[in-house]
């Protein structure tokens, strides 16, 4: 019994010394752990108050050599743009228009579809209304974008340019239709070329024009009298842009943009002269609006309705125009060239043909005009995706640039002054008078329709070629007009040239 006892008595007392053990130990942990903890919260603290300084002291240094270089006016390429921001970028702008002026002018015309001569016209116009604020603009990318560069990016965005190509001009994409609306707007305002004359001079002149085209075109005095008066010719254009939506024609119908053709438009009715030049230009109706009735609206219309012009006076139009008569001049319907031809009266319908015929051939300068516009500028081949307000903008800035090569291109064409091309007039005009005539060697014109041979000289010159003339007016006065005539061609042609 003694001996169990003795080994019991042993047993507790290791096992107490072994939970004294696993005390002590578990005190030793939680010292331990209570000692990495303090030492981690003590190592944090110090590394934030390390990054708190760094920071300020890179803002500081940031600061100094900000205003270190500012000072020593050094550019802002080389400064190192803070942390989330974009620094600003110096554009050399200046490089852009050397390299446009460098081209040849063939180059030039095909990228902005303007001549040199109609450019450096329209710059010297519309350059004081385009002012921009220098000092802000270089402290901001380094040059101003000038008045002539937001001409030349305007006319290449109208040549068909996508505003991605503008970075050429190093400029901002981003800001490419402010500154082509901004130009348009100046454009329109500035360039007022599109005007239908009510006063009796203007239309006579326009009606002459008229019938040079008819004799160009015949080779003779064909359908003059047909044709007499006739001063204008028009129709409607529809202008495709992308579909609306509720929002952006909040008065209209949305559909009414959708036309019979199958695209979404806005209508244009417009009337051009012999030359292809805009006389009237006004877009604005739904695509849907027929040509009737979008002319009925028209400020020629109702200058027609309240009389303005003189009772003499004729316009072309197409057979959709027919029903308003008067002083358009619209063509014979098939309804009405079946009912001559079952009535048998054939000199009626030849008549009709006839006239038909010549009314087409001139008509047809107003669809020139609409090709001629929209070839050449490319904006138009593909839906505009402008707000319509800005829309209307840009096409009467189309039409007005278009005119402006019109005007540009008579320069070329007849290349003489208007007081010599009157003096010629009225010398044939009272030769003819006085019984005498003057044969041509292929027509009997006068006038610019003369000047249309180029010489080998630098600038165009026209060879006339007198045949014989007729003397059955007074010899005084034959020979004082036929003087004045000599004089007229000798300053135009050149002594030599018109000599031989």
């Known amino acids: 019994m003694d001996e169990l006892y003795a080994e019991d008595h042993e047993m507790q007392e290791l096992y107490a010394e072994d939970n004294e053990m696993q005390e002590n130990d578990d005190d030793e942990m939680s010292l331990s752990c209570v000692t990495i903890n303090s030492s981690r919260s003590s190592s ?7 990054v708190d300084t760094q920071t300020a002291e890179l803002l500081i240094d940031t600061t100094s050599i900000l205003i270190a270089m500012i000072a020593t006016d050094i550019s802002f390429n080389s400064i190192t743009a803070l942390p989330g921001r974009i620094g600003n970028q110096h554009r050399n702008r200046e490089q852009a228009l050397t390299e446009c002026r460098s081209w040849d002018d063939a180059m030039f015309k095909r990228q902005f579809r303007l001549s040199r001569r109609a450019y450096n016209n329209l710059i010297q116009i519309i350059y004081p209304a385009l002012e921009v604020n220098i000092t802000r603009a270089i402290s901001s990318s380094g040059s101003s974008i000038s008045p002539e560069l937001m001409v030349l990016i ?34 329109n305002e500035k360039i007022d070329n599109i005007n239908f004359p009510t006063d009796e001079i203007s239309l006579r002149e326009l009606e002459r024009g008229w019938k040079r085209r008819l004799v160009q075109k015949y080779k003779r005095s064909v359908g003059h009298e047909i044709m007499k008066g006739v001063v204008s010719a028009g129709d409607g254009l529809a202008i495709r842009i992308k579909e609306r939506t509720q929002k952006e024609v909040p008065n209209d119908d949305v559909k009414t943009y959708f036309n019979r053709k199958g695209f979404h438009a806005i209508v244009v009715q417009a009337f051009c002269d012999a030359n292809c030049k805009f006389m009237y230009f006004h877009p604005g109706w739904p695509g849907s609006t027929n040509d009737v009735s979008a002319y009925a609206q028209t400020l020629i219309a109702m200058h027609i309705d309240n009389k303005s012009f003189p009772s003499w006076i004729r316009i072309l139009a197409d057979e959709a125009y027919s029903s308003f008569g008067g002083i358009l001049y619209t063509p014979f319907s098939s309804h ?13 319908l030849n008549q009709m043909r006839a006239f038909n015929h010549v009314l087409s051939t001139l008509r047809i300068h107003i669809e020139r005009a609409f090709g001629m516009m929209i070839r050449r500028w490319g904006i138009l081949w593909k839906d505009l995706q402008f707000k319509l307000p800005n829309i209307i903008t840009i096409l009467m800035t189309c039409a007005r640039l278009h005119n402006l090569c019109v005007d540009d291109w008579l320069l070329d064409q007849y290349n003489v002054d208007e007081e010599m091309e009157s003096m010629i007039i009225d010398s044939n005009i009272q030769l003819l008078q006085t019984g005498v005539t003057i044969q ?6 006068i006038g610019r329709d003369l000047l249309t041979n180029q010489n080998d000289r630098d600038v165009e010159l ?7 003339v007729s003397y059955n007016a007074p010899s005084d006065l034959r020979a004082a007009e036929m003087e004045r005539i000599h004089a007229c061609m000798i300053h135009i042609l050149g002594d030599d040239i018109y000599q031989g």
């Open 440 to 445: 041509m060697e292929d027509e009997e014109i």
């Open 336 to 348: 009405q060239l079946d009912y001559a031809r079952q009535r048998k009266d054939f000199r009626l």
């Open 44 to 50: 944090c603290s110090s590394e934030e108050e390390l």
């Open 462 to 468: 026209a060879q006339i070629n007198i045949r014989s």
């Open 154 to 187: 305007t006319l290449r965005m109208l040549a068909g340019a996508s505003y991605l190509d503008m970075i050429w001009f190093r400029v901002c994409i981003d800001h490419v239709t402010k500154y082509v609306l901004k130009v348009c707007n100046v454009i």
